[in-house]
């Protein structure tokens, strides 16, 4: 499956942005979802995963009552709404596919990486 992020960008601390991902290629409704994060200097970790149908979801705890992960099998999209953004929030944002279908929650899960999309959170 190939992945397009977008939705990234320059906001304060406080504010909100929503992240997308289109999927292509094999059936999207089949695969485990997620969002990883990368910051400079670390390693990339897990932000919030979701199962194939939606139904059940996983947060990091940093970023636990702020984000929230959901997907749209009809358009084969996947979306992070992001709220109370901080500034250790600023990573390279990527989405993922997984092997499975159930919750993605680990990069040993994924099989397919998208290009990733610059959050930066200003104080």
């Known amino acids: 499956v190939q992945l397009q992020a977008s939705g990234g960008g320059l906001v304060q601390a406080g504010g909100s942005l929503t992240l997308s991902c289109a999927a292509s290629g094999r059936t999207f409704s089949n695969n485990g979802m997620g969002w990883f994060r990368q910051a400079p200097g670390k390693e990339r970790d897990v932000v919030a995963g979701?199962?194939?149908?939606?139904?059940?979801?996983y947060y990091a705890d940093s970023v636990k009552g702020r984000f929230t992960i959901s997907r749209d099998n009809a358009k084969n999209t996947v979306y992070l709404q992001m709220n109370s953004l901080k500034p250790e929030d600023t990573a390279v944002y990527y989405c993922a596919a997984s092997r499975f279908a159930t919750i993605l929650m680990r990069a040993a899960q994924v099989h397919s990486w998208g290009q990733g999309t610059q959050v930066t959170v200003s104080s």
């Open positions: 979701i199962s194939w149908s939606g139904a059940n979801t």
